[in-house]
C-alpha cells in the first residue's frame, strides 16, 4: 500500500546522494505536494542551541570536540 500510495520517494541529499523519504501524507491532483529538500545533518545545530540559551563559545567548544558538526 505504501508502494502504490507513493510514500516512499528518493531525493538528492548533498553528502549521501539519493536517500528514501517519507513522501507527503496527502495527495491533491490540482495541486500536487512535492518535497524539494531535507535539512542537512547538523544544519540548524547552531540556532537550536541558541534557543536552548548555549552562549557561541560554549557551540563553538563543542564544535571543537567534536560533539556536533
Keep these: ?3 502504490h500510495r507513493q510514500m ?3 531525493i538528492d541529499y548533498a553528502p549521501l546522494g539519493k536517500v528514501k523519504q517519507i513522501g507527503i501524507p496527502f495527495k491533491m491532483s ?3 505536494p512535492e518535497i ?3 535539512p542537512r545533518y547538523g544544519e540548524h545545530t547552531e540556532a537550536i542551541l541558541a534557543e ?6 560554549e557551540t563553538q567548544r563543542l564544535r571543537d570536540q567534536g560533539v556536533i558538526e
Excluded at 52 to 57: C, I, Q
Design 52 to 57: 536552548l540559551g548555549y552562549p557561541e563559545s
Design 36 to 38: 524539494k529538500w531535507i
Design 8 to 10: 516512499v520517494v528518493e
Design 30 to 32: 490540482e495541486t500536487p
Design 1 to 3: 500500500q505504501m508502494v
